[in-house]
């Protein structure tokens, strides 16, 4: 009873630490501006244009990697091979380096200096200073976490599921489209949400590929250090605001997706 006490004490003081961390900061920035200011902000078209740039940049980017990454993913579930260790931490470098270092490093390889920005060019591709560059970079740093969330989906279906649709003489893209994908779309979902709500985010590494056309973050970072904390504050509130009701949107959604199967 005595260790139960202790333990239970320790676990509220986290709780309100941890908390009160995410909360005080983020209430203090909800309530620092007023009404009108809001009302003023959200008038603007530059910052109507740059959340609308900033929520369907996000979006593109996370159906990019659902695109691109859910063979790779269900691959890496499913195969053990040489080098899977090495492959997976490659995976994870653009959660671990500085972001302005991904935007030099795709704009080292967007250039006509090198063959694959010259092979863009030629196609008619910019990536510096277009929406093309920045759904580029957050693809980038978004990729991981669909990644990551995808596997660890796949992981969850039993092997024995697949094996007997395959007994049954279910071919292997038969059997993944009617036994494993739809045991796991909640986990692709999710890290769909997951890469958007990074992506959403994302500032250091967008700055440098393309500044214009501006993203959210990037015309808040304009007004604070053009005119201050006050003329930025709003478009952070209205970023927060809007971004939680598209996520709960979608949380809710796959809720009830979920209820209706079981």
Known sequence: MKKFHKISVSSILSTILVLGFILVPLSQLILGSSANELLETIMDPDVRAAITRSMLCSGLAAFISFAIGTPFAFMLARKDF?????VESIID??????HP???????????????????LLDAGIRIMGT???????????GLPFYLNAAR?????????????????????????????LPLAWRSLLTGMIMCMA?????????????????????????????????????VAIW????????????????????????
């Open 152 to 180: 660890d989906g796949f992981e969850s279906v039993p092997d024995r599921l697949e094996k007997a649709a395959r007994t049954l003489g279910a071919s292997p893209t038969q059997t993944f489209f009617r036994v494993t």
């Open 82 to 86: 040489k080098g899977k260790a090495l």
């Open 101 to 119: 270092v991904i935007g030099i490093a795709l704009l080292s390889i967007a250039g006509r200096n090198h063959w694959i920005g010259q092979m």
């Open 93 to 98: 470098m653009p959660i671990m380096i500085p």
């Open 131 to 141: 929406n093309t560059g920045i759904v580029a970079v957050l693809v980038f740093v």
């Open 239 to 262: 970023l927060i605001f809007l971004s939680l009701v598209l996520f709960a949107a979608l949380r809710l959604l796959s809720r009830g997706l979920g209820s209706r199967e079981s």
């Open 198 to 234: 990074r992506a959403l985010s994302e500032f250091g590494a967008v700055v440098i590929v393309a500044y214009h056309p501006m993203i959210a973050p990037v015309l808040m970072y304009e007004r604070f250090t053009a005119y201050g904390l006050s003329y930025s504050r709003p």
